[in-house]
Each structure stands twice: as C-alpha cells, then as structure tokens.
C-alpha cells in the first residue's frame, strides 16, 4: 500500500499534472502489440531453437506462445480492472503493498525495456552501416546508436500520437520482411523443393534429454514472444482500455504465433538441420535455399534496422511510462510523474530512462564481439519470465479486491498454471539456461537493491524537509 505521510508530502510538494492523452484506439494497440512481439528475435533464434530439438523448431515457438497466452490472461484481468500506466509493478503493489518488492519489479521490467531498447539501437547501427556502406569500427556505431536513441527520445517526447504512427510504420515493415521470408518458402515448396520429413525429425544435443531440450528450446523462442506485456504500460493512453485490450493483445499474439510458426516450418523444409543450426542468419540461409537469385542480403540489413528500430521505440515508451506510473502510485520520486502541459507526455521520465539506454549503449559498446549482448537478451527473458509468475499469482490475491466497473475475468486455474510454467522456465535446472545469464540477472538485482536503498533516503530527506516547513495557510 502506499505510505499515507509520503503521498501528503507529494501533494504538497507536486502541482497537479495533467492526464496523458487518450490516443490508442483498438487498431492503432494492435499494431503496438504485433509490433512489440514481433523484432529481430526471430530472425535469430530459428537456428539456436533448430540446434536444440532439430527439425521440431515448430514445436518450442508454439509452447512459447501457449505459455505467453496464459499470461496475457493474466494482464488481461489487471489491466482492465486498474487501466493505469505501469503495468506489473502496480498489480505487484496493489496485491503485496511492499514497497521494496514494488520497487524491484519495477526495476527489472524497466531494466528488461531499457536493455532490449539499448541492444536494439547498436543492432541498427551495425544494419545502417551495412546498408549504406559506412565504417564499421566500434566508435562510429557507437556514435550512430547514440544519434538514433536520441531521435527515439525526441520522438517520444514529441507526443503519443507521432510515437504510434511512426511504431505502425515499422510494424509493418518488419512484419513484410518475415512475410517475404513465408512466401518465398512457400513458393520453393510449391516447386517441390521442401523435405517434409525434417519437420517431425526430433533431435536433441547428446547431454541432453528430450524434455531438457524442449524445455531449453522454449525458454529460447519465448523471448521471441516477450513484448505483449508492454501494451499494459499505455492503459491511460488508450481509449476505453476496459473494452479493447482483451481482443487486441489476444490476436496480437494470435498473429505473431502463425508468423512464427510458419516461419520455422518453411525454414526447417528448406535447409538441412545441421546447416541451419550452425547459421547465425537462418532466414538469410533459407530464403538463399529457396531462391538462390533473390537479394536478400541486399534487403535484409534495412528490414532489421526497421524491425529494431520498433524495438527501441516500444520499449523506450513502455519504460517511461512504467516510471510515470510508479512515481504516480509513490513507489518512486514524484519528479518522474511530471507531465508536459503541452504535449501530456511524461517527459521527466522520458529523459531519465533515455539517458539510462545512453550509459547502457555505452557499456555494451565495450564489447565488439557481441557476448554481452547476447547475454543480456537471455538475461531479459529469464526476468521477465519471473516478472509473470508474480503477476500470475498477483491476479488470484486481488480477486479479494473488487472494483466498481465490469473487467476481464480469467479462469482460475490459469494464473495458476501460468504461474508454474514461467518458474518451470526460470529455474537453472530445467530451464537449461547457461550460467551467465543468473550472474548478470543477480547483478542487476543488487542494482535494484542499492537504488531502492538511495530512493528510500531521498524520500526520508523530503520527509524532513517538510516536517521543518510551517503548515500552509
């Protein structure tokens, strides 16, 4: 619950800021969620998913989807019962009323939307620069990832309608190239080029057992399907959020899974699993496979600078008004909740999550060959994994909570199953996650801990500092 002395101390302190404005309508949350899941996830992941359950890479992509959809149901009841920016840290705070558990789950959703932006703004510089030809040594990407994370945030800034209309564009770009990638497979398989056989060829790494490598596998193509999740962060900027979600986020996640799918069984017919498997570029792989004249290398460097430039956006958004909301609900410092008059974004928020992504670009800059990253994005699905078993089981303790408008209601027997299925994913020993990942995920914790420990000393300051002021008239 919120501490009652603090939330005066905010009302003395703060003005009243205006609302954030109601611009997403049920096509336009739609695109954001495709868009969200959607990215250069995919793109990727085929050949790792490959390499651990062979030509069943199908099969991990499905379960993913089947265990994101039960947590969608989850958000689903929250967010429409408490349409309010902020997401999982204000279902953790309404159903657990501790101020540090709060404040850490807002921590590591924010870490998760600040780590992919900032990942995704040094992979659009390496794709600018492949496309144009431009110098690929480590400073001038750094130089264009940092330019490019600039503009997202004067974007942002700029207002929710541009940021949206500029987020449609990009989905639809980057959903055209994993289109193209489906329709030049089907091709080639309509001219008898496919081996069906492969795609119920189960074959796993010899240290490990088919559940160990389905289960690896899944926890692999569920980062491909994080990104839902975000769309609850713009509940206060979305029109009547009660009525529209429910429909929008499932078939949001309906449309990435048939992408998915269809993605890996065309690619699993067409290239030989051990080729496919040791491809860092799977769909390049298939389509050269597919149509050996096609030029894929030519196009594929601008569609993946749309498909992460989207990533960055969304989840720059999502972070800033994550913050915006939590300062609101006096979790965090209520200079984080300042709203432009003008353009009713939270850009106090906006700014300091911006210049996060700027240190965070900075650091993985240090590594060129790209280990940290690849880490970090492992890194992000295991937090956010562990992020949806709380708000699983968040939803079943509000239940005693009732509110006074229609919702969302899930069946009871899903948070639960939801709840099991995301630790079953997070656990070292049945996740089959390497090691690295649990060591950056602990070192971003301690992160949280000691910012949550400055945040608490802040608050005691503003506290003393009120106590010394004479009553207002």
């Given at each position: ?81 408490y349409p309010q920016a902020a997401g999982a840290a204000l279902y ?352 971003l914790l301690a992160i949280g801990v000691l910012l949550w420990v ?20």
């Amino acid at each position: 619950m919120s501490d009652p002395s603090w939330t005066q101390v905010v009302k003395t302190v703060e003005p009243e800021q205006p609302e954030l404005k109601r611009a997403l309508g049920p096509g336009l949350l739609l695109l954001f969620i495709v868009g969200d899941i959607l990215g250069t996830g995919v793109y990727a992941l085929t050949g790792q998913v490959a390499a651990e359950v062979g030509g069943a890479a199908w099969l991990p992509f499905l379960l993913a989807f089947g265990v994101a959809t039960i947590t969608a149901f989850s958000y689903l009841e929250l967010v429409t019962k408490y349409p309010q920016a902020a997401g999982a840290a204000l279902y953790t705070h309404k159903a657990f009323g501790i101020h540090f558990f709060t404040f850490i789950v807002c921590f590591v959703v924010m870490t998760s939307g600040i780590t992919s932006a900032s990942t995704a703004s040094r992979a659009f510089a390496v794709n600018l620069s492949v496309g144009f030809g431009l110098p690929g040594d480590n400073l001038s990407t750094l130089l264009i990832a940092l330019a490019f994370i600039v503009l997202i945030m004067l974007v942002n800034l700029r207002g929710v309608t541009e940021s949206v209309w500029l987020n449609v564009v990009l989905t639809l770009v980057e959903l055209s190239g994993l289109l193209l990638v489906i329709f030049i497979g089907l091709w080639a398989i309509g001219g008898g080029q496919a081996d069906f056989s492969r795609i119920v060829a189960f074959e796993s790494p010899d240290d490990k057992g088919v559940l160990l490598a389905v289960s690896t596998a899944t926890s692999l193509a569920f980062f491909a399907m994080v990104g839902f999740e975000d769309s609850v962060n713009m509940a206060e900027e979305t029109k009547d959020p009660s009525r529209i979600f429910p429909r929008m986020m499932l078939s949001g996640l309906g449309i990435a899974a048939v992408v998915y799918v269809l993605v890996s069984i065309v690619v699993v017919a067409l290239v030989p699993i051990g080729e496919l498997a040791g491809s860092e570029t799977p769909l390049v792989t298939a389509v050269e496979a597919a149509a050996p004249g096609f030029p894929i290398n030519d196009l594929l460097p601008f569609i993946s600078m749309f498909a992460v430039a989207n990533t960055a956006l969304i989840n720059m958004m999502m972070a800033s008004r994550l913050l915006y909301g939590m300062s609101r609900q006096q979790v965090l410092p209520p200079f984080l909740g300042r709203v432009s008059a003008k353009r009713r974004t939270p850009w106090t928020a906006i700014l300091f999550t911006s210049a996060l992504a700027v240190a965070l670009i900075s650091y993985v800059s240090i590594d060129p060959a790209g280990s940290i990253v690849a880490l970090l994005g492992g890194t992000t699905s295991l937090l956010l994994l562990a992020v949806f078993a709380v708000v699983n089981i968040a939803v079943l303790v509000l239940r005693r909570q009732p509110v006074d408008h229609g919702h969302f209601r899930t069946p009871v027997a899903l948070p639960v199953i939801g709840a099991i299925t995301c630790l079953y994913l997070v656990f070292p020993w049945t996740s089959g996650r390497p090691d690295g990942q649990y060591v950056i995920a602990l070192g971003l914790l301690a992160i949280g801990v000691l910012l949550w420990v400055v945040e608490r000393i802040y608050r005691s300051s503003v506290r003393r500092t009120e106590a010394g002021r004479p009553p207002r008239a």
